[in-house]
């Protein structure tokens, strides 16, 4: 079966639901493709909030929200880019009211505002520590309200080009079906998350945040930049690697040491307080987060989350009790290399969110950007997609379709486990492509990584089922997330000296 | 640990030797270590993104954020139709947000919102459409056009918020399959992983509908039904 649009948006987080509302309103006809459903992305497990320099609370302004991201950066953010989405936050955050967000507010109704790691001054707008999820919702009731086309558990194989090269559409696995399903469109825009999963258990995310569209971005010839810079949240709960959010810090909680003292500034950006961390582990000190002294009514009313996930996973209650926590892999500032007007090295495809760079992160996200990005960028990529669709729908040109990937995938034996391999690899790289790296490490980590790729010919699904195939998609997005491997320790061998995320000795 | 697991017409029983650990970690064990062929849907591991949802002992519960005991029984949401082993279908219940209409009709700028308004409608917008409620909801059986207990919350939301400025078309377009269908039975209540009660948000609803001159369809026998301030009028 073949389907057309103008606009093909793959993932329906919240980038991909912003580029589709805006893409419709400039008149395009978009259809969005998820492998889930639009409210189970890795947006909805955002809390602590989004950065928009209001003033609200406390003298703020866009130039300090400016600087703060370029000093997080560590010199590897692109100035005008990081301009432009500090300039627009405010924007952003006013549209995001105007559609129903119900961000916490002050005493004197303004939009609250909390002060996250390496920020200036109080400038995360949240929704108590469910900020992410507010959000996601309410773009995604904005987009019934336009109603928009969203296709649930189509998960995508490749990103299919004309005879020309330019980007045309997309082959997609129908997880339903088990069927191959072509998309065609004039423009396709990506914006389907990060790739901490490669991190396996060492990692915050949801299950799905496994790289598959920057690795068939990368098969599809476009360019990759930054993949070394993974950030690693500093607390999360040491045994389930569940989040627990730095609006914890936030508020004003401590990090502690078996010995009971703090030996960090907890407000320091990420990278910072993940490596003063790491050092202790290595001391052999285990490590608690303390929020007892905030009190059981600012717990309840702000963190309640934080509460509840802490009692659940480590059986402890954080008004009473000390948190374990440990650093795992968080975000991705790395991804598919995007121009200013998110537009990717390919001619017809466009990126936003956590798949795509566009340097404002840099070697080190801070706290409350990342939300920024993907309601910014979202709207960018989702005008310019739909532009250049617009101008040039009536081009002639004839999808090349061939076999790849799939059928490859499909030939592979079952003889050797691959969710053992994946959780190995998930250890390996939080030991040797983690928080301190050394160039051996690094190097013995990409052989492995090869030699696991060319096993994968033995390694495939032992459940030959069409419908629903669980199985199957696992597999694939194991292989996809051995490409990003790949792509992860070549690029942190290349960079020889530390820099943000990226800390080698 | 012995649990059982509704997959398709068999109920088919795992051992795990683990404690202390959420039915989530239980079904990742079997999957990976047991049978590679057991299909259920997950993705935040923390509550957030709906995707768990399934029955325990015929009682809906997000995976996650349930500790598995020994001799649980596991069974796919009810309502909608499986696609496979706890995997449904959940197109349908996701439409019930489209056709209940629940957004904001108008968008509004330069609203002021207070405290109290923000929490009007904060519990509201915890809801994270995992569909426990709608699953736990006995008047599917009846009509399968129920708008249904996550979809109506949604709406009171949207109603209950001050940037709405066109309430009554939100209003109006619950009276049919919506506000008057719900049994008040509270079933959605009960289930809901976010502690969000539907019944009451419809029964706020069904307060706003009287409000605006519509009442219970099923009080028509009556002649003329009640009036506006409760009392019969024959």
């Given at each position: 079966m073949n389907y057309k649009s103008d606009v093909l948006i793959i993932g329906a987080g919240g980038a991909g639901l912003t580029a589709a509302l805006h893409a419709k309103e400039s008149g395009a006809s978009v259809r969005v493709l998820t492998k889930e459903y639009p409210t189970r992305s890795q947006t909805c497990m955002a809390q602590g909030g989004m950065n928009a320099a209001l003033a609200n609370v406390s003298e703020d302004s866009v130039e300090a929200h400016i600087a703060n991201t370029l000093k997080s950066a560590h010199g590897e953010a692109d100035e005008e880019a990081v301009r432009f989405m500090c300039s627009e936050a405010i924007n952003a955050v006013e549209w995001l009211d105007s559609i129903g967000v119900c961000f916490s507010r002050t005493a004197d109704s303004k939009i609250a505002q909390r002060t996250l790691g390496?920020?200036?001054?109080?400038r995360a707008c949240y929704a108590q520590d469910y900020t992410g999820l507010k959000i996601l919702h309410t773009i995604y009731d904005r987009c019934l309200s336009q109603d928009i086309e969203i296709l649930n558990e189509k998960y995508l194989l490749d990103i299919l080009k004309d005879e020309s090269g330019v980007v045309k559409g997309a082959k997609v696995l129908d997880i339903r079906s088990g069927d191959i399903e072509i998309y065609e469109a004039s423009a396709v825009i990506l914006a389907s998350g990060g790739y901490s999963r490669i991190y396996d258990k060492n990692s915050t995310n949801s299950t799905a945040s496994t790289g598959d569209g920057i690795a068939a971005a990368s098969r599809a010839g476009a360019k990759l930049i930054d993949m070394e810079f993974v950030q690693f949240h500093p607390t999360a709960l040491k045994n389930s690697s569940i989040l627990i959010s730095e609006s914890a810090r936030g508020e004003g909680g401590y990090l502690l040491n078996s010995k009971g003292k703090r030996f960090t500034n907890e407000l320091a950006p990420r990278d910072v307080v993940s490596r003063a961390i790491n050092d202790e582990i290595n001391k052999g000190e285990e490590i608690f987060l303390d929020i007892r002294h905030l009190g059981e009514e600012l717990i309840n009313e702000g963190l309640p989350q934080e509460r509840k996930l802490a009692k659940l996973y480590e059986n402890v209650d954080p008004v009473h009790e000390l948190i374990p926590v440990r650093p795992v892999a968080h975000y991705t500032m790395g991804g598919i290399e995007v121009d200013n007007k998110s537009k990717t090295s390919l001619d017809g495809l466009y990126a936003c969110g956590e798949c795509a760079n566009h340097r404002v992160h840099g070697a080190n996200r801070l706290g409350g950007n990342s939300l920024l990005e993907i309601v910014v960028f979202g709207k960018e990529a989702g005008l310019n997609a739909a532009k250049y669709a617009l101008e040039t729908k009536n081009a002639q040109s004839e999808l090349v379709l061939e076999d790849g990937f799939f059928e490859e995938i499909k030939e592979c034996k079952n003889e050797i486990d691959f969710y053992a391999k994946r959780e190995h690899v998930g250890n390996m790289f939080y030991k040797d492509v983690g928080i301190v790296r050394t160039q051996e490490q690094l190097k013995s980590a990409l052989l492995e990584v090869k030699e696991l790729q060319a096993s994968l010919n033995l390694m495939g699904v032992s459940d030959k089922s069409k419908v629903y195939n669980t199985n199957l998609v696992e597999f694939i997005e194991f292989k996809n997330m051995l490409e990003v491997c790949e792509q992860v320790v070549s690029s942190a061998i290349k960079r020889e000296v530390s820099c943000g995320a990226h800390y080698i000795v | 640990m012995k649990i059982s697991i509704k997959r398709e017409d068999n109920i088919i029983k795992y051992e795990l030797d683990l404690k202390d650990i959420t039915l989530l970690e239980a079904l990742n064990y079997i999957k990976s270590n047991l049978d590679n062929t057991l299909a259920f849907s997950s993705g935040c591991r923390s509550s957030v993104c709906g995707s768990c949802s399934m029955r325990v002992n015929e009682r809906e519960e997000l995976a996650c954020n349930y500790k598995v005991q020994d001799g649980d029984s596991i069974e796919p949401l009810k309502n909608m139709s499986v696609i496979r082993d706890l995997v449904v279908d959940m197109d349908s219940a996701y439409k019930t947000n489209f056709k209940a209409k629940a957004w904001l009709n108008k968008l509004t700028q330069g609203v002021s919102l207070n405290h109290d308004d923000e929490k009007r409608n904060e519990v509201q917008s915890d809801c994270i459409l995992c569909s426990a409620c709608y699953s736990a909801c006995p008047v599917y059986a009846v009509n399968g056009e129920f708008l249904g207990p996550f979809a109506l919350t949604r709406v009171w939301k949207y109603v209950s918020d001050k940037r709405e400025s066109d309430e009554k078309s939100k209003i109006d377009n619950v009276q049919s399959n919506g506000v008057w269908d719900c049994t008040l039975c509270n079933e959605c209540t009960l289930v809901c992983p976010q502690d969000i009660s539907s019944k009451a948000d419809i029964e706020k609803l069904r307060a706003k509908s009287a409000g605006y001159g519509y009442m219970d369809p099923s009080f028509g026998s009556f002649g003329g039904g009640f009036g506006f301030d409760g009392s019969p009028s024959f």
């Amino acid at each position: 079966m073949n389907y057309k649009s103008d606009v093909l948006i793959i993932g329906a987080g919240g980038a991909g639901l912003t580029a589709a509302l805006h893409a419709k309103e400039s008149g395009a006809s978009v259809r969005v493709l998820t492998k889930e459903y639009p409210t189970r992305s890795q947006t909805c497990m955002a809390q602590g909030g989004m950065n928009a320099a209001l003033a609200n609370v406390s003298e703020d302004s866009v130039e300090a929200h400016i600087a703060n991201t370029l000093k997080s950066a560590h010199g590897e953010a692109d100035e005008e880019a990081v301009r432009f989405m500090c300039s627009e936050a405010i924007n952003a955050v006013e549209w995001l009211d105007s559609i129903g967000v119900c961000f916490s507010r002050t005493a004197d109704s303004k939009i609250a505002q909390r002060t996250l790691g390496g920020a200036s001054a109080p400038r995360a707008c949240y929704a108590q520590d469910y900020t992410g999820l507010k959000i996601l919702h309410t773009i995604y009731d904005r987009c019934l309200s336009q109603d928009i086309e969203i296709l649930n558990e189509k998960y995508l194989l490749d990103i299919l080009k004309d005879e020309s090269g330019v980007v045309k559409g997309a082959k997609v696995l129908d997880i339903r079906s088990g069927d191959i399903e072509i998309y065609e469109a004039s423009a396709v825009i990506l914006a389907s998350g990060g790739y901490s999963r490669i991190y396996d258990k060492n990692s915050t995310n949801s299950t799905a945040s496994t790289g598959d569209g920057i690795a068939a971005a990368s098969r599809a010839g476009a360019k990759l930049i930054d993949m070394e810079f993974v950030q690693f949240h500093p607390t999360a709960l040491k045994n389930s690697s569940i989040l627990i959010s730095e609006s914890a810090r936030g508020e004003g909680g401590y990090l502690l040491n078996s010995k009971g003292k703090r030996f960090t500034n907890e407000l320091a950006p990420r990278d910072v307080v993940s490596r003063a961390i790491n050092d202790e582990i290595n001391k052999g000190e285990e490590i608690f987060l303390d929020i007892r002294h905030l009190g059981e009514e600012l717990i309840n009313e702000g963190l309640p989350q934080e509460r509840k996930l802490a009692k659940l996973y480590e059986n402890v209650d954080p008004v009473h009790e000390l948190i374990p926590v440990r650093p795992v892999a968080h975000y991705t500032m790395g991804g598919i290399e995007v121009d200013n007007k998110s537009k990717t090295s390919l001619d017809g495809l466009y990126a936003c969110g956590e798949c795509a760079n566009h340097r404002v992160h840099g070697a080190n996200r801070l706290g409350g950007n990342s939300l920024l990005e993907i309601v910014v960028f979202g709207k960018e990529a989702g005008l310019n997609a739909a532009k250049y669709a617009l101008e040039t729908k009536n081009a002639q040109s004839e999808l090349v379709l061939e076999d790849g990937f799939f059928e490859e995938i499909k030939e592979c034996k079952n003889e050797i486990d691959f969710y053992a391999k994946r959780e190995h690899v998930g250890n390996m790289f939080y030991k040797d492509v983690g928080i301190v790296r050394t160039q051996e490490q690094l190097k013995s980590a990409l052989l492995e990584v090869k030699e696991l790729q060319a096993s994968l010919n033995l390694m495939g699904v032992s459940d030959k089922s069409k419908v629903y195939n669980t199985n199957l998609v696992e597999f694939i997005e194991f292989k996809n997330m051995l490409e990003v491997c790949e792509q992860v320790v070549s690029s942190a061998i290349k960079r020889e000296v530390s820099c943000g995320a990226h800390y080698i000795v | 640990m012995k649990i059982s697991i509704k997959r398709e017409d068999n109920i088919i029983k795992y051992e795990l030797d683990l404690k202390d650990i959420t039915l989530l970690e239980a079904l990742n064990y079997i999957k990976s270590n047991l049978d590679n062929t057991l299909a259920f849907s997950s993705g935040c591991r923390s509550s957030v993104c709906g995707s768990c949802s399934m029955r325990v002992n015929e009682r809906e519960e997000l995976a996650c954020n349930y500790k598995v005991q020994d001799g649980d029984s596991i069974e796919p949401l009810k309502n909608m139709s499986v696609i496979r082993d706890l995997v449904v279908d959940m197109d349908s219940a996701y439409k019930t947000n489209f056709k209940a209409k629940a957004w904001l009709n108008k968008l509004t700028q330069g609203v002021s919102l207070n405290h109290d308004d923000e929490k009007r409608n904060e519990v509201q917008s915890d809801c994270i459409l995992c569909s426990a409620c709608y699953s736990a909801c006995p008047v599917y059986a009846v009509n399968g056009e129920f708008l249904g207990p996550f979809a109506l919350t949604r709406v009171w939301k949207y109603v209950s918020d001050k940037r709405e400025s066109d309430e009554k078309s939100k209003i109006d377009n619950v009276q049919s399959n919506g506000v008057w269908d719900c049994t008040l039975c509270n079933e959605c209540t009960l289930v809901c992983p976010q502690d969000i009660s539907s019944k009451a948000d419809i029964e706020k609803l069904r307060a706003k509908s009287a409000g605006y001159g519509y009442m219970d369809p099923s009080f028509g026998s009556f002649g003329g039904g009640f009036g506006f301030d409760g009392s019969p009028s024959f």
